[in-house]
C-alpha cells in the first residue's frame, strides 16, 4: 500500500472528509491548501469548520498550488498526489476567466511540470474532474439516435424554452446517462478547466511513467459542505435561505436535473482509485445514475427542515449553465467494485440534520446574483 498521501485542496468539502478517511485506515496524509475566504470564511485558521474537522488528524501545509516553492515542499516524500485543488463555481468562472484558469489549469501545470522535472516518489495522480466535462450531456434521438446536442440559445430560453434542441430532430429528445466515452463539449469555463486539469494529468502521468487516474464527479453533497459559498452547491445555498426565511428563485422551470452524489460515496470511489492497480490509466464517472430535478431538492429541503419559504419558479437562468446530466457508472462498477450506497432521499436528510446542527450562516446569495446580473450572465 502506498502511504503517503498529499491531498491538494485537501482542507475543502472533498478533501477534507477523505483525509479524515484515509488517516483513519492508515495513511500518513499531508492537505495543502490555501484555505481560501470564499470557502472557508474571514478567519479559516480560527472558525472554518472543514480546517477545523482536519485538524490534528493530518499533516497541514499551508500554500497555493500556484507557488512552485509551496508545492515542492508538499510533494517531497508522498507516494499518492490526489489532486482536487480548484475554484469549483460554475457562473462565476465566466467572468472571473483569468483566475479560474489560473487556479485550476495552472495549478495543475505546476504539479505536473515538478513531477516531470524533479526527483520524486510519486507512483500515482488521482484528479478530480467533473461531469461539466460532458457539456449538455447525451440524449436520444428517434431519428438519429444518441446525439450530443451544443448549448442552448439565450432567444430560446428567454421564451421560456429550456430543453435542449438539435438539428434536424423533430421529436422531442430523450435524456440518456453519460458515459466515459459520450462526447466531451463543456459549455463553462470551469467545464473546460477541469477538462484541462484532466487532460493535463492523464497525458503527462503516462509520459513520465506513473499511474493517473481521472474521477468525474458529479454534483457531490453531504454534511460538511460549505454554507458560506453562495456560488457553488445548490442544496447548501437553498438550505440557507430556507433557515434565513428567504425566498427561493428556482431557474428555468424546475425541471432542470443533476445527479447528487453523497460525500461518503465520493471519499470511497475516490480511495478505490488511491488502492487499486486497476484505476491507473483510466477515467471514471462517480455518480449514482439518477437525476434528480430542482423542484424536488426544493421540496425535500422544506420538508426535512420543516420550514416553507416563497418559491419563485422565475424562468431565470444562467449563461452556461446546463439543462440534465447525470452518470452512467457501469465502468466503475465493473473495473473497480464501487457501488453508491447513499440514496437522494437518505443522503439530503443527512444533509439537513447536520445543517440545523450549525450556528446560523449570513446569506450572500443575493449578492452574488447581483453580481452576475451585472456581468450579463444571470437573465
Not at 468539502?13 to 470557502?39: C, H, M, P, W
Not at 450531456?137 to 421560456?160: A, Q
Not at 454534511?223 to 445555498?237: D, K, V
Amino acid at each position: 500500500m502506498n502511504k503517503n498521501v498529499l491531498i491538494t485542496g485537501g482542507a475543502g468539502f472533498i478533501g477534507s472528509n477523505l483525509a479524515i478517511k484515509l488517516s483513519e485506515l492508515g495513511y500518513k496524509v499531508t492537505v495543502f491548501d490555501n484555505l481560501r475566504k470564499q470557502i472557508h470564511g474571514d478567519d479559516p485558521l480560527a472558525t472554518s469548520p472543514l480546517y477545523r474537522a482536519i485538524l490534528g488528524k493530518v499533516k497541514f501545509l499551508l500554500g497555493d498550488v500556484t507557488c512552485k516553492e509551496e508545492l515542492e515542499k508538499a510533494i517531497d516524500g508522498q507516494d499518492v498526489i490526489v489532486h482536487l485543488a480548484a475554484e469549483t463555481g460554475t457562473g462565476q468562472s465566466m467572468y472571473q476567466i483569468e483566475h479560474y484558469c489560473n487556479a485550476n489549469i495552472g495549478g495543475t501545470a505546476m504539479l505536473l511540470d515538478i513531477l516531470a522535472n524533479s526527483k520524486h516518489t510519486v507512483k500515482k495522480v488521482v484528479v478530480a474532474s467533473s461531469r461539466a466535462v460532458y457539456g449538455e450531456g447525451k440524449y436520444l434521438s428517434s431519428e438519429h439516435g444518441p446525439v450530443y446536442p451544443g448549448n442552448r440559445t439565450e432567444t430560446d430560453m428567454l421564451n421560456g424554452e429550456f430543453e435542449v434542441r438539435y438539428p434536424d430532430c423533430q421529436q422531442p429528445l430523450q435524456l440518456m446517462a453519460t458515459d466515459e466515452s459520450s462526447m466531451i463539449h463543456p459549455s463553462s469555463i470551469y467545464g473546460i478547466t477541469k477538462l484541462g486539469q484532466e487532460q493535463l494529468v492523464m497525458t503527462v502521468t503516462k509520459a513520465i511513467g506513473i499511474d493517473g487516474v481521472a474521477f468525474r464527479y458529479q454534483n457531490v453533497y453531504g454534511p460538511g459542505q460549505s454554507l458560506t459559498n453562495p456560488y457553488t452547491g445548490i442544496l447548501s445555498i437553498f438550505s440557507t435561505r430556507i433557515i434565513n426565511g428567504n425566498p427561493i428563485n428556482v431557474f428555468e422551470d424546475g425541471l432542470e436535473s443533476r445527479d447528487f452524489v453523497f460525500i461518503d460515496d465520493v471519499v470511497d470511489a475516490t480511495i478505490l482509485g488511491i488502492e487499486s492497480d486497476k484505476a491507473g490509466g483510466n477515467i471514471y464517472n462517480v455518480g449514482t445514475g439518477v437525476p434528480i430535478n430542482i423542484l424536488t431538492v426544493v421540496e425535500n429541503l422544506m420538508k426535512f427542515y420543516n420550514k416553507k419559504v416563497p418559491v419563485q419558479i422565475s424562468g431565470n437562468f444562467r449563461i452556461g449553465d446546463i439543462r440534465h446530466n447525470f452518470a452512467d457508472i457501469t465502468k466503475i462498477k465493473n473495473e473497480l467494485g464501487y457501488e453508491p450506497k447513499i440514496k437522494f432521499n437518505e443522503g439530503i436528510g443527512l444533509f439537513a440534520k447536520w445543517v440545523k446542527e450549525q450556528s446560523s450562516q449570513v446569506d450572500n446569495y443575493e449578492e452574488s446574483l447581483n453580481e452576475m446580473r451585472q456581468k450579463g450572465l444571470l437573465k
